[in-house]
């Protein structure tokens, strides 16, 4: 297929069924927009790449040069797509992918003590990470993104114990109702303390040894 092809296919496949209404959302005019799709234009590249990340598609994609498609609910290549950008596994930890759903996408993370955690993380926002690794980083993507994936899993862990323990130590302090003694209730709260100090050491080594930022 032809650019104009696939950029007509690609518009009306992530809803856009008026070339007019997508070009109001590019930002440019109609007339040019219609070049585009009907009459052989080719668009400059920072406008090809404003197109691919509002269809949620790479530039290849519109080119013809791919028939992988990133976005639009293809969820078997997404999944397939982030495996060969994760592995060969991270030598630190281990991040596996368990379900892949509309919005997000789960995956599970090994540490090296083999304790495991969760974490759900927005599938438009690994979806654009890739389409933009693809534009700009073609050679390195594969050890971008494993920085970026294992950066935000690991501390969406560390935000939702953080977010737990912090309830936790409200809850204790504003229990009027507590069996324990006020000294028992302190020293629990100077425990939680230091589990979330904890975390944010833990975050900031990890960030400090294992990432070529």
Known sequence: MSFQENLRYYREKAGYKQSKDFAKVLDIPYPTYVGYES???????????????????????????????IGNNEDERLKKTIQELIYPCISIVD??????????????????SKTTATAS????????????????????????????ITDTVVSTISNNLKDKLNNMLDKVKNDKNSP??????????????????????????????????
């Open 39 to 69: 009459q052989g234009r080719e668009p400059k590249y920072e406008t090809l790449c404003k197109i691919a990340d509002l269809l949620k598609v790479s530039t290849d994609d519109l080119l013809g040069r791919t028939t992988n498609i």
């Open 95 to 112: 991040i596996s992918i368990d379900d892949i759903t509309e919005n997000n996408i789960k995956f599970t993370i090994m540490f090296p």
């Open 121 to 148: 993380i927005s599938k438009d926002k690994i979806i654009n990470t890739i389409n933009k690794l693809n534009q700009k980083y073609f050679y390195k993507k594969q050890k971008y993104f494993q920085n970026y």
């Open 180 to 213: 324990f003694t006020k000294e028992q209730r302190t020293e629990f709260m100077e425990y939680i303390k230091e589990q979330i100090k904890s975390l944010d050491n833990n975050q900031t080594l990890f960030n400090e040894n294992y990432f070529d930022k």
